[in-house]
């Protein structure tokens, strides 16, 4: 693949790929990201989110931060919990049904597998009418529908089965992350033929790329930061998942190295999710991510996303007037 590209930009290449690099090893031990900074006081609830996102779900200078994590911290006091009761854990889209299910979180905040709209539609919490058919409201606003997480998907089983969908607050496109000078050369189906494209396991993104660009190869990979590094040396064409976690990742770690190809592949949630069976508790997730859209919280939230990443939050797919 390095014979394709053009001298001039080697070093360029190679600059970013070391700045990727470095971010890969600063979250190799995720698992051992503190939950919280200080002592729980009292009662607490458990809440996985991201870690490898900016400006999504991030742990960064020893806190965590992004629009998920937002939307995290306002459901839990919605709930009855102060900020320091607040326990934050790693998820990814691979452990997440894992940590409901054995008790280590509670409310899981971030993208639910591609093709999977949450319980409530995102567009539905600002009117105060629910819906139940999340995915059938999304493909009457114009997203590009993928129901993808199923057999033969790369959503495990128990992902999909151990958690209950609380409610979405965010639907984004999936695209593409490619290098800046590839951005117009790879906007078509027909370039995109052969090329290797990385996505992150249990997210649903395998499944939903080779259902709308059937030419494509996909290589799945744990985290971010390991595709975002196949990209920058060469082995990854480009990265796949949602817009907005795109656009951090791009700002984050990519400088000018990198751009989005804007062409919608599918539709991916960002919702929470509970223990399967605990719909009380789902209940008053929803009312709570209601309330966000009607008191103004929820657009804070999104322009301060806006102005980290970037991303721009489309207001068909969300129900903004």
Request: some cysteine; overall charge neutral; charged content about 20%.
């Amino acid at each position: 693949m390095a014979g394709r590209r053009r001298p001039g930009r080697f070093g360029r290449r190679c600059a970013a790929a070391i700045a990727v690099l470095a971010l890969a090893g600063s979250l190799a031990a995720c698992g051992a990201t503190p939950a919280y900074v200080g002592a729980p006081d009292g009662p607490t609830i458990a809440i996985g989110v991201a870690v490898d996102e900016p400006g999504v779900g991030w742990w960064h200078d020893g806190r965590f931060s992004g629009f998920d994590v937002t939307v995290a911290r306002y459901v839990a006091d919605a709930l009855g919990y102060a900020d320091k009761q607040i326990v934050f854990t790693p998820v990814t889209p691979q452990t997440a049904s894992g940590l409901l299910g054995q008790g280590r979180a509670d409310l899981l905040v971030s993208a639910l597998p591609v093709g999977e709209s949450g319980r409530l539609d995102a567009r539905d919490a600002g009117n105060g009418t629910g819906n139940d058919a999340g995915d059938e409201a999304g493909n009457r606003s114009g997203s590009v529908s993928a129901s993808t997480a199923g057999p033969g998907s790369d959503v495990p089983e128990d992902v999909r089965d151990g958690a209950e969908d609380a409610g979405s607050y965010l639907v984004a496109p999936q695209q593409l992350l490619v290098h800046r000078d590839d951005v117009r050369t790879m906007a078509s189906m027909e370039s995109l033929a052969g090329k290797v494209v990385c996505t992150v396991l249990g997210s649903g993104g395998a499944a939903a790329l080779t259902k709308a660009l059937p030419g494509v190869v996909v290589r799945p990979r744990p985290s971010y930061p390991q595709c975002l590094t196949a990209l920058m040396v060469g082995e990854a064409d480009a990265v796949s998942a949602d817009g907005a976690v795109l656009a951090g990742l791009a700002r984050g770690y990519g400088g000018d190295y990198l751009g989005i190809v804007r062409r919608p592949l599918a539709s991916v949630a960002h919702g929470v999710r509970v223990k399967a069976g605990n719909a009380r508790l789902a209940r008053k997730v929803n009312e709570a991510l209601r309330a966000m859209r009607r008191d103004g919280s929820w657009a804070r939230a999104v322009r301060t996303l806006e102005e980290e990443t970037g991303y721009r939050v489309e207001a068909g797919l969300n129900g903004v007037g």
